[in-house]
């Protein structure tokens, strides 16, 4: 066996710096998990193992660097949107819808009705498009390859339907503050979206054999990372990691925005607070989303402009925003997304400020659930809290 | 506080009536909530925004109280912004709280000076406080007496020790004392310019 001794000098180093490549005690190392490993995403963990069970857990992100916060106040506010959708890349329209809705009440606009459907459209097929995002994520993570690739399949029916819609496949850069940046390109745009929904309405029943009714998943899932209803509330915990512990709490239904209230649909509540219980909520909504997006085609966009006409808006560079500061939320396939913005007069915003839902837990959250879990479950445990490492480290 | 004064006076009319003759608020769900509050904490100020969102104005050594009395109605602490007022030499400090049962959100403000601001921590009511604390620390140098994680979170050392959300921290000068001569994208002769 060859002499895997690490030379004294660089222990002492690292002993210095807090890590330790020689085991604490018998049995007891340090691993970084992350950000190579492909289910963290920019994303490090660093777990102190006994064996194969994780005694500690150290969330370590900070692989981004992005600072949109600051930059958004040096640019002006039309431009930032191009910036802030930047923040959650599979759902990237959910930054752009919550700027613009706080911008909108700030400046006390009335959105257009043909914008306001647009944006309802728009939010749905970008969760419907995440769903498919997470499930090969997800699928990846404990082993079940091929709904993955169906799922990334079509997600590029959507994809294909944004390019059409905004001219972008995964930035759309389309919400902006007063409406939509362009309308909808016509009824063939509305009969390929129709298509799509029920192709992909069509193919649940296949998700559901081969991912969500299989034995490899419950076997993976059931019992690991279990949280109790006190705790999620206590850590803020939102979206599908919120109601799989029996907190009935949607935005959509709790804070009613665009055209939620005038839609059918229910809220799927579980109580167990375990893994399967997070991904059973998660099936049950991509079925409700599809559901929602079926009754907005039936409604069909009201007719009239789709965007807001003010004579403020000839000068968009210069477009200054009253005084003021508002909070508007939305829920997105990771939970409560809002954003906080305060204007001082001028025409660049004087701060914002983000509520990633992975602010919650993805952090203090996820390092509780790791304590006494086995190495292979941080992968799902990962996966099935939806944690996007950019909504923390923005 | 100028600022928010514009907007309130424009969107809400109940507020502009509450602020002339303090004690009215409108019997709705949101000013019982204020009322039910205030005469708890008499040391705050609270007001209706508009529905669903409400506001309080408490003094910076009187915010743990606060918070702790608030927590009773509102679950969650959605998150701590941080503004930072150069020109009045304050930071402002807004706790968003989220109340699932009553589903209303309060913004709970609070004023400390730009110089060594300290708050107590929000760790002990909302165990979330902590992540949002280490972020407010990292950024703003605002010190969160109690919390034992504040230090290096997101940013490298070097960056953590400058806190770079303050207004008067100037990104362009700062990249360039630590680029340098490789950084050449601002260029002052414009000659280099790589956009």
Known sequence: ?????????????????????????????????????????????????????????????????????????????????????????????????????????????????????????????????????????????????????????????????????????????????????RDIPGDKWLRQLRDTVEYIKSKLKDFDEILFDNYIMFERTEGVGVMDKKFALKHAVTGPN????????????????????????????????????????????????????????DMGPPSGPYMVQDPKLKNLPRFKVPAGDAYAHVESTKGDFGAYVVSDGSHKPYRVHVRGPSQSHGVTVLEELLKGARLADVPVILKTLDNCPPDIDR | ?????????????????????????????????VK?????????????????????????????????????????????????????????????????????????????PRENAEVPTAMDIWPVAETYEREAHEFFGINFKGNPRLGPFILEPREYEKHPLRKDFNTLSYVKTIYGDDFDRYDESKTNYVI
């Open chain 1, 1 to 181: 066996m060859a002499n895997l001794e690490v030379p004294k000098e660089l222990r002492e180093e690292a002993r210095k710096h807090d890590m330790y490549l020689t085991p604490i005690a018998k049995d007891t190392y340090e691993l970084f998990f992350g950000p190579q490993h492909m289910a963290t995403e920019n994303f490090s963990i660093i777990l102190k193992m006994d064996g194969n069970r994780i005694e500690k857990a150290i969330v370590n992100p900070g692989f981004l660097h992005r600072g949109f916060e600051k930059l958004a106040e040096q640019r002006p506010y039309f431009t930032n949107i191009a910036l802030l959708l930047r923040i959650c890349v599979p759902e990237s329209d959910v930054p752009e819808n919550i700027y613009s809705m706080a911008v909108d009440e700030i400046v006390g606009w009335e959105v257009p009705e043909r914008a306001i459907w647009i944006r309802t459209v728009v939010l749905e097929m970008a969760r419907v498009s995440a769903w498919m995002f997470w499930i090969m994520g997800f699928g990846n993570e404990i082993g079940l390859y091929t709904p993955g690739q169906w799922a990334a399949a079509y997600r590029e029916r959507f994809m294909r339907l944004f390019e059409e819609l905004t001219g972008g496949r995964v930035y759309h850069i389309y919400t902006v503050p007063g409406g939509v940046r």
């Open chain 1, 242 to 297: 919120l109601r799989a512990v029996g907190v009935p709490y949607d935005v959509r239904k709790d804070d009613p925005y665009y055209l939620y209230p005038e839609l059918d649909f229910e809220v799927p509540v579980l109580k167990e607070g375990d893994s399967l219980a997070r991904v059973l909520v998660r099936r049950y909504e991509l079925e409700q989303d599809l559901y929602i997006l079926e009754q907005l085609l």
């Open chain 2, 1 to 33: 506080m100028a600022v928010n004064d514009n907007k309130v006076e424009n969107k809400v009319e109940t507020v502009e009536k509450a602020e002339e003759k303090k004690p009215e608020l409108p019997n709705t769900k949101e000013g019982r909530l």
């Open chain 2, 36 to 112: 039910e509050l205030l005469e708890k904490a008499p040391y705050a100020e609270g007001s209706v925004r508009r529905e669903k969102r409400i506001e309080f104005k408490v003094p910076a050594e009187r915010i743990h109280e606060f918070l702790e009395l608030a927590s009773e109605r509102f679950e969650m602490l959605m998150q701590i912004s941080v503004v930072d007022w150069l020109k009045e030499n304050q930071f402002e400090l807004v706790y968003q709280l989220w109340s699932v049962s009553e589903s209303v959100h309060a913004f709970v403000r609070t004023r400390v």
